[in-house]
Nanobody, 120 residues
Framework: QVQLVESGGGLVQAGGSLGLSCAAS????????MGWYRQAPGKQRELVAR???????NYADSVKGRFTISRDNAKNTVYLQMNSLKPEDTAVYYC??????????????WGQGTQVTVSS
């Protein structure tokens, strides 16, 4: 019942900026937390940033001061503004949403992923 669609990935030069968005659609669900994770070739998936429906945020140390996560609860959408991008930010970025369905069962959904490539 929950679908996540990411957009905004692409190719950018080092020092540039990109904005990602992820929209959750469907019915009979409540989202408690949304976030962004990334996975580079040969590496494990790692947390980039996450935000609760109340606005509490967490960031990976590697992106603090450069990335900003925000959300629009009315639209069930989460955003990630990425500034001062570095080549090491190159990865596939995945949207994640956790919460509950209307009848009480929990869910943990992932988007398909969007490629972010930062050239040096």
């Amino acid at each position: 019942q929950v679908q996540l669609v990411e957009s905004g990935g692409g190719l950018v030069q080092a020092g540039g900026s990109l904005g990602l968005s992820c929209a959750a659609s469907g019915s009979s669900f409540t989202i408690n937390r949304m976030g962004w994770y990334r996975q580079a070739p040969g590496k494990q998936r790692e947390l980039v940033a996450r935000i609760t429906s109340g606005g509490s945020t967490n960031y990976a140390d590697s992106v603090k001061g450069r990335f900003t996560i925000s959300r629009d609860n009315a639209k069930n959408t989460v955003y990630l503004q990425m500034n001062s991008l570095k080549p090491e930010d190159t990865a596939v970025y995945y949207c994640n949403a956790v919460g509950q369905r209307a009848w009480g069962t929990e869910y943990d959904n992932w988007g398909q992923g969007t490629q972010v490539t930062v050239s040096s």
